[in-house]
Nanobody, 124 residues
Framework: QVQVVESGGGMAQPGDSLRLSCVASGRTFSTSAMGWFRRAPGKEREFVAAITWNSANRIYADSREGRFTISRDNAKNTMYLQMNRLKPEDTAVYYC?????????????????WGQGTQVTVSS
């Protein structure tokens, strides 16, 4: 089981950039597909981006490719989400999680147990 701690969120203005980090513990991180998910106020949690264990493949939710970049460093047990050209609708709590499966531009988490996440607020 991969346990995670997310960080890097904060306040941003539209057009700004933020980089989120996810530090994982557990021996399975380096062999696990990982992803970012988010929950906006009043909405269901949704998929943002995922990356395979070896970084060979990345999947982005349809509306976010081009602004967001997911990456990982297995030597550091860390995954990142670079978010550029932020929009107010990106305001949400962002979570990282191991990924179970993907279909099209959507991936599902491996379990319904979540860390605390990191808050991103985009406002002028």
């Amino acid at each position: 089981q991969v346990q995670v701690v997310e960080s890097g969120g904060g306040m941003a203005q539209p057009g700004d950039s933020l980089r989120l980090s996810c530090v994982a513990s557990g021996r399975t991180f380096s062999t696990s597909a990982m992803g970012w998910f988010r929950r906006a106020p009043g909405k269901e949690r949704e998929f943002v981006a995922a990356i395979t264990w070896n970084s060979a493949n990345r999947i982005y939710a349809d509306s976010r490719e081009g602004r967001f970049t997911i990456s990982r460093d297995n030597a550091k047990n860390t995954m990142y989400l670079q978010m550029n050209r932020l929009k107010p609708e990106d305001t949400a709590v962002y979570y990282c999680h191991a990924v179970n499966s993907c279909s099209g531009y959507d991936c599902s988490p491996s379990a319904d147990v979540w860390g605390q996440g990191t808050q991103v607020t985009v406002s002028s």
